[in-house]
Each structure stands twice: as structure tokens, then as C-alpha cells.
């Protein structure tokens, strides 16, 4: 009897040990699994390495920026309802909203460190492709097994959201950047167009001063947005210029190019800017475009529903502003960083493709162009259905003599923060531009 309770009990404990390591079989999220198929993919069509997909539904776990007064908070509400309309018999969408970039940015940042990258993420054109591609899925034999989807992506969205040929990211928006102006200031100050070189710029600034009125809109926070934009755009006025606002991480900013736009700037803080832009955020400089205490704004088209909205701007706003290329007739004009997975398993990255494709569909991106005026990435997206001025900057974009790649897409995500270090100090004249460009390097180095 002893000898049968013995053997029974190990049956038992063989039996529960076999149980025990039924765990899933999940792959790097840094690579594709083996057998890569089509988003559609069928249980009887996936490889034979992949396990099975679990019954039930599918949650996908989204953090996103877009909620609240952000500018993409109505596109995205409405592709939410669609998706869960049509795909929630098998995914459910789990979002967590953060308001505010930085603090988007920042959240992610910590997942990473975590090894919790989320399912989906959008970050928005920052540049987290080379701090978390080594946890981000390589999208690439996904996107080659589906030829319609690959030939939807723009040559320079693929070429933004790629590194080292892999594909981390799905384009769905270009970024074509101008800047904007006020016509009832400029002519307060006798000003009859836009300038054509810096110099004439400058001197647009000083009548706009004599006039009472403030010449910029400024920001040094959450990386200075709106005065990063005028620095990169002061850089890319030659050859070289331009050649480094398309560089992808550049160690070296001991350039001409950037000293020479970064004492400009330095001449913006201290001559030119409202009393709050040290220290302050986008929303300090928007608020004070809105409320007509500036006169020019560096911004994407995304900010022209904000002229419209009469909870942000005066009645008639709109119709007092115009865009315009940066002098020597230069525009942010390439790709931009889109979707990226995060997921690991092969059921949480067959659901995320499904969002991702829904989220970047033609569908989705004539959407955004009309609710945000987001400029597609698939150049053969349009609509009847815009704002004048985003026709304005398409066209502006289109006739550049030079394009240019903004900062928060190409440059090393500490040197995007080291930025908001150094910028009050170089406002103050704490630093000379020639001690700034050697900071921006020495944060670059410390990639390598």
C-alpha cells in the first residue's frame, strides 16, 4: 500500500510540474518572429513556431498624448470608436491618457528603463527610435509580406522611421513646418511682406519693437519647440547647413552653421521675446500668439484649428493670420516618426499591427488632415474638407528651395533634453553660442 500511495503521489507531482511550464513562448520585441505573416494572418496559416493565439479578446495597451486641448485629441477619439467598432469582437483597447509631450515622453522613457514598453506607442515626432529600437518590433518583414501597405509608405517616412535598414516605425504624418505671422501687427509696424534673408528678418524685428510690439514667440521647456524650430531653420541656410538638419544623430555642433543660429537666438531671448518664454512651455508661447502679444509663432499646421477655436483665440483670429517659408526660402519638410510595437507575443503583435494599420490607414490620415491639419504621409491624400492656410503650407513645403528634418526626429533623445538645460543659460548670456554648441556635442558624445 505504501508503494502505491508513493507512486500515485509521484503521478501527481509529474503531472502538476508538466502544467507548470506551459508558459507562452514569447519572442524579443527587437524581432520579428520566424515565418513573419501578413497582418491577417489566420491560427491555421501562422508558423509553426509561433503559439497558438489565446481565445477571447486581445487587449492592446496604447498610452497616447492625444486627450484633452491636444490637437489630435479629436482624430483620435474618432479612429478609437471606429477601431473598437470594427475590431472589438477580438481586441480591446486599453489607453492611458497623459496629458502634456514631456510627460508622455517621460512615461515612456520609464517603461523602457522597465523593459515595459507598451503594445503601441506614438511618440508624437520625438526621436525614440535610437534609445528603444532594441525593445521595439522590427516592422520590416511585416510591412515586405504585405506589398499594398509598404507601397502606401512615403521613401521618407520608411527612411525617418529606419535604422540601420529595419523599419521600427510606421509613418502616417509629414512634418512641413513654417512660420506664422500676424498681418494686423506686421502692418501696426509698416511691415508689407514676409522677409527674404535673416538680415531683413532682424530688421522686421526691430520695427515690430519700435511698433510696441513683441517680435517672437519663444519657449526654452520640454525642449523648446517653438525656438528650436527658428534655430534648426537659421541652420539650414547653405549647402552644409542643410546637409546637418538632415543628419541623422549628429555628434558635432561645432559648426558655423549652428554658432551663427545659436547667437541669433541668443539675440531672440534677450531682444525680442515676451518675459515668460525663460522657463516657459509651447503653451506660454502659443497663448501668447493667441492673445496678439506676439507677432510671429515658428509652428506645423497642426496649430491652425487652434485660430478657429474661439476657447483659445479671440473671434476672427483666423482670419488675421497668414504662414510663411523661413527666410531664404526654407522649410521642415520630410518624414516623421509614427507607430511603434512594443508588444512581445505573437497575439499582442498581431493585434497591434491591426491597430497600426488601422491608425495609419488613408482613412485615418485624410482625417487627421482635416480635423488637425496634419499633412498626410501618403502624398496622395487629400481633401476638400481643409483650412485655407494648411493649403498654404503644403504649397510652401512643396516650392522650398532647401528641406530640412526637425530636432526631435533625427537628434539623440539626451541632446533633445540637453537643449532645455541650456537654453536659459544661454538666454541670459550665462554661456557664449560657442560654449552652447560645445554642450549639444559633448551630450552627443556620450552616445558613442
Known sequence: MRKLISILVAALMCTSLLAGCGGSNNTSGSAAPAGTQPVNTTAAEAPASAEAPVEGIVEINFPTMWVGVNSAAGWFSVM???????????????????????A??????????????????????????????????????????????????????????????????????????????????????????????WEEFFEQAEQLKAAGITPFSMDTADSGWVTSLMLGAMIGQNDAGETFMNT??????????FITAAANIQLMFQNYT?????????????????????????NGPWMIGDFYDTTMSPEGFAENISVAAYPGNVMYNSGKTGFHIGAKSPEKIEAALAFVKFMTSEESQRLALELTGEIPDNENITSDDVKPLVNDVIALGSNAARSINDFQSLWYANVVDEISVQYPLLAQGGMTPEEFAAAMTAAAEKNN
Open 80 to 102: 478609437r470608436e471606429r477601431f473598437e467598432a470594427e475590431y472589438g469582437d477580438r481586441y480591446k483597447l486599453v489607453v492611458e491618457e497623459i496629458p502634456g509631450d514631456q
Open 104 to 197: 508622455y515622453v517621460d512615461k515612456l522613457k520609464v517603461l523602457y528603463s522597465s523593459d515595459s514598453l507598451p503594445d503601441v506607442m506614438s511618440t508624437g515626432g520625438y526621436n525614440l527610435i535610437d534609445m528603444m529600437n532594441d525593445k521595439m518590433v522590427d516592422l520590416t518583414p511585416y510591412v515586405d509580406a504585405d506589398p499594398e501597405w509598404k507601397a502606401s509608405l512615403s521613401e521618407q517616412g520608411i527612411e525617418v522611421n529606419s535604422r540601420n535598414g529595419r523599419l521600427y516605425g510606421i509613418p502616417y504624418m509629414k512634418q512641413v513646418v513654417g512660420y506664422f505671422y500676424n498681418n494686423t501687427l506686421f502692418e501696426q509696424a509698416g511691415i508689407e511682406k514676409t522677409a527674404d534673408t
Open 274 to 298: 515676451t518675459s515668460d518664454a525663460m522657463g516657459g512651455k509651447y503653451e506660454n508661447a502659443a497663448a501668447n500668439f493667441f492673445a496678439g502679444r506676439t507677432a510671429i509663432i515658428a
Open 248 to 257: 541623422v544623430q549628429p555628434t558635432d555642433y561645432n559648426t558655423p552653421e
